[in-house]
């Protein structure tokens, strides 16, 4: 066993103490709304949006992007727990704007051990082997957050299986201040159309 794993065990064993009636709590968000957000671990969504047990459903990825499964997590979420608000969250500074499809498709054809990253760009730490399946892959890398944020939005808004109803929020957060700025572009385009 590794440290990490002792600490995760001890902190359970505290949390469980003090679990109190959070056994009862409903797997449909009490708020009825939910996030699409980066996994990057800085963002913590339960603070940034006032957040408690129970309160929203919070989905995350590498960069917060539309996948198909982060839609397939929404559309569970609305159609069978009753979601009536979406916020679909980036952020700054986020490892997705570092590399491209090329770049980790290359990456991951040489090693699959982890890279680095240094000034001159991504390098791998050690030898291979490596596999080919990752040139196969969409990464959803970033070029640009804002482009990116209103790509995501739209594609939530025109997916045939999302209704118009649902309000659709575009935001990014700023790691730096902790603030959640408005898309304005991204909010107008996840209007509700009826």
């Not at 159609?79 to 991951?108: A, P, S």
Request: charged content about 25%; some cysteine.
């Amino acid at each position: 066993m590794t440290q990490i794993h002792d600490e995760v065990l001890t902190a359970n064993i505290d949390y469980a103490a003090n679990f109190g009636d959070k056994g009862n709590l409903r797997p449909d968000p009490g708020r009825h709304f939910a996030i699409l957000t980066c996994m990057d671990a800085r963002l913590d969504p339960a603070k940034y949006a006032g957040l408690t047990e129970g309160d929203a459903h919070v989905i995350r990825n590498a960069g917060g992007r539309a996948s198909d499964d982060a839609i397939r997590s929404l559309v569970i979420s609305y159609k069978l727990l009753g979601t009536k608000e979406w916020f679909v969250i980036h952020h700054t500074d986020c490892g997705m704007e570092t590399f491209t499809n090329q770049i980790m498709g290359d990456l991951l054809a040489r090693s699959l051990k982890p890279a680095n990253l240094e000034t001159s760009g991504w390098h791998d730490s050690g030898d291979g082997p490596g596999s080919n399946e990752g040139k196969l892959i969409d990464w959803l890398t970033i070029d640009n957050q804002e482009k990116s944020l209103l790509a995501d939005v739209r594609r939530i808004r025109n997916h045939s299986l999302v209704p118009g109803y649902i309000p659709i929020y575009g935001y990014i957060y700023d790691c730096k201040t902790g603030k959640l700025m408005e898309i304005p572009e991204a909010s107008e385009v996840g209007k509700p159309t009826s």
